[in-house]
């Protein structure tokens, strides 16, 4: 689980998306998200208690009466929030947060976890039963606030009309992993067919990454230096970083992967070379072509939002050695004062990085092995620092390594876990509409509850 001091302030974005230099939530921001966990339901015959006469239990009775109103006024959030959630989280953000899981008010079923400060509470809210996360700061104002549906997945076929709910363009696997690495399916949607990755294109970056360091071209500690021509926007904070900063190989993979940082994956993609990611790519993708020539995030950004469709359209009609001259000669002198933002999906299909459900399951199976070579264990730790919000029970699954990726139209996520007596599962889940934008607050919760209910499905058979 990722710690409470690495969440933002409304749970966690799981999807690390790419999208555009102008950031809009939840394309670019690593804000807020829903996490999803899988539990019991929630007994009826329980009987409800008070909030407790404290400064968080007054939070919480406001908010159980609150979610009643949805939307919420300005006003009425900044007299319940502190500064740095609100530094975050902006009033829309909020209401579509709080609009995503169930309708009405809230209706207190229990209480845990009690203190002056912070407590967990189940509540329903319609036919929804939710987890609260709740914390106050010392002026008694909500500094923390972390929502769970909780979910009961009984089947594979229940999981399938989850899936199919979301978009028209789903891939899925359910996946156990051999000892040998190999993937073998125990649940699959189109496992073989490849769909946009969003972000989920660093894990590439991260294992070519791990095989130059292997092979000792590149350590962990090497320096790297923060420039005006790398940084990039969306997803991340190196880009708002003074020009100078230097940080560590290490330092930028952490962030490239847990934090999803756009500028730290274009910094360790120039650092390993395009030709090296390529490479990889071929070892663990069966339509590599797909992604030759692999694209910084600040080219695709190029394509997508500067002079589009231009720019798009003779890229696209270009062979592989003409796009990468193309790239060179005039995709990479693109600024992103030239960029206009869009909302639409723009080529998903044609300008992205791509691979199947099944070529995403032996990346991660591929890293877990790297991870376990001498001088690449800190693979485990970039890997496992952020869950994704998906909170599986780490007394069942004590490692769980996640990446996800969106932009307009394109929301993935992928988790490997292996559980307490060493047995690996991944579990993939891509969705896209190339026509029209998702409701990515919504479905990402559908989502990670149709993954960790696969998880649980997994661990039961």
């Known amino acids: 689980m990722t710690p409470w001091s690495q969440r933002s302030a409304l749970g966690v974005h799981p999807a690390g998306a790419v999208g555009r230099r102008t950031p809009r939530w939840p394309l670019l921001c690593a804000l807020m998200m829903l996490a999803v966990t899988v539990l019991p339901p929630v007994s009826a015959g329980a009987s409800a208690p008070e909030p407790p006469a404290s400064p968080v239990g007054a939070q ?21 929030f502190d500064g740095p959630f609100l530094a975050q989280v902006s009033t829309a953000q909020l209401n579509q947060a709080l609009g995503a899981v169930g309708s009405g008010r809230m209706t207190l079923r229990s ?6 400060t912070s407590l967990v509470a189940v509540v329903s809210r319609g036919t929804v039963d939710l987890r609260v996360h709740l914390d106050v700061d010392p002026q008694g104002l909500i500094s923390g606030l972390l929502l769970t549906p909780i979910v009961n997945v009984k089947s594979w076929a229940q999981v399938d009309r989850q899936l199919r709910s979301i978009a028209p363009g789903i891939g899925f696997l359910a996946a156990r992993v051999g000892a040998n690495g190999r993937c073998t399916t125990v649940h699959a949607l189109s496992p073989g067919q490849p769909r ?21 071209r590149i350590s962990w500690n090497q320096k790297l230096t923060i420039t ?61 072509a797909l992604d030759t020539p692999f694209l910084s995030v600040a080219e695709l950004f190029a394509l997508k939002y500067g002079d589009y469709p231009r720019l798009a359209n003779h890229y696209l009609s270009l062979g592989t050695s003409g796009r990468t001259a193309y790239l060179r000669s005039t995709i990479d002198k693109v600024t992103a004062a030239q960029e206009v933002a869009s909302a639409l999906p723009r080529d998903v299909n044609s300008i992205e990085w791509f691979a199947s459900p099944d070529d995403l399951c032996r990346a991660f199976s591929g890293l877990f092995r790297l991870a376990a070579k001498p001088g690449l264990g800190a693979i485990g730790t970039v890997m496992s620092l952020n869950d994704g919000g998906i909170e599986l029970s780490h007394a069942v699954w004590p490692t769980i390594w996640f990446k996800g990726g969106s932009e307009a139209g394109v929301l993935t996520l992928g988790y490997l876990a292996r559980d307490s007596s060493g047995q690996r599962d991944v ?10 934008t998702l409701n990515e607050e919504a479905d990402a919760v559908s989502l990670l509850g149709t993954i960790a209910g696969a998880f649980g499905l997994l661990h039961r058979s």
Request: proline fraction near 4%; hydrophobic fraction near 50%; aromatic fraction near 4%.
């Open 60 to 80: 919480l009775s406001w908010l159980l009466v609150a979610a009643g109103r949805v939307p919420l006024s300005e006003s009425e959030i900044a007299a319940h």
């Open 111 to 116: 209480l845990s976890s009690v203190s002056q």
């Open 196 to 216: 946009p990755l969003g972000s989920m294109f660093k894990l590439f970056v991260l294992g070519a990454l791990a095989e130059a360091i292997h092979a000792r």
């Open 228 to 288: 005006p021509e790398i940084k990039v926007g969306g997803s991340g904070s190196l880009a708002q970083e003074p020009n100078g900063t230097r940080l560590s190989v290490q330092e930028l993979a952490t962030k490239m992967i847990s934090l999803s940082d756009n500028t730290a994956a274009d910094m360790l993609l120039a650092l390993v070379g395009r030709s090296a990611v390529e490479a990889q790519v071929r070892r663990w993708s069966t339509h590599a």
């Open 427 to 436: 579990v993939i889940a891509m969705t896209e509409n190339p026509n029209a």
